[in-house]
């Protein structure tokens, strides 16, 4: 999902998860109506946001972090669930006890991630993950995004980085002042020569 500044895409991931209640429309998942669900339960329905700035718990061990991720969830191997995550996040492995706070940001970003996929998610919101980091944590991020989705996960990515997004993604969604305005396949999107303007602010940006 895409847009430039205010046009939403942060308003949009946090109405989906139930921090924001929207005030008209409705939100489906799975062909049930959530928009008036609590946060809470959204997340055991398996719609989970890795907000941006990542949030983790900074005071916390990063296997604490994880284990949170699954606090929906019980009575499951969630010892081989992190196992298997570390194996995906090597960084975090040599980290696991260590608190999320001393962290580089690139760590404390794939923290979040692998937070939310303990919570086994039928979707994952990831707002601005690359928001901040180093180019080759960028690249590391979006390889892990790309074996991500190869795997049937599905995510809804926002990030300021639209070549990359769009790499990534099977389809993209261009917001303007809160309405999509452009909804095709990612291959669609990245030949349209219209895509700076839409992605700038339309009009304003063509000029």
Partial sequence: MLGANGAGKTTTLRALSGLLRPVSGSILLAGAAIETQGAHRI???GLILVPEGRQVFPELSVRDNLMLGAHTRKGNDLEGEIAGL???FPRLAQRIDNRAGLLSGGEQQMLAI?????GRPRALLLD???LGLAPAIIDELFGTLAELRDQGITILLVDQMAALALAVADRGYILELGRI???DTAMALVKD???????????????
Avoid: F, I, N, W
């Fill in 114 to 118: 692998a937070r939310g996929l303990m």
């Fill in 43 to 45: 997340v055991r329905d």
């Fill in 181 to 183: 305005v452009r909804a």
């Fill in 86 to 88: 570390l194996q995906r």
């Fill in 193 to 207: 020569p219209a895509l700076e303007a839409a992605y700038l602010g339309g009009q304003e940006a063509a000029e």
């Fill in 128 to 130: 601005e993950p690359s």
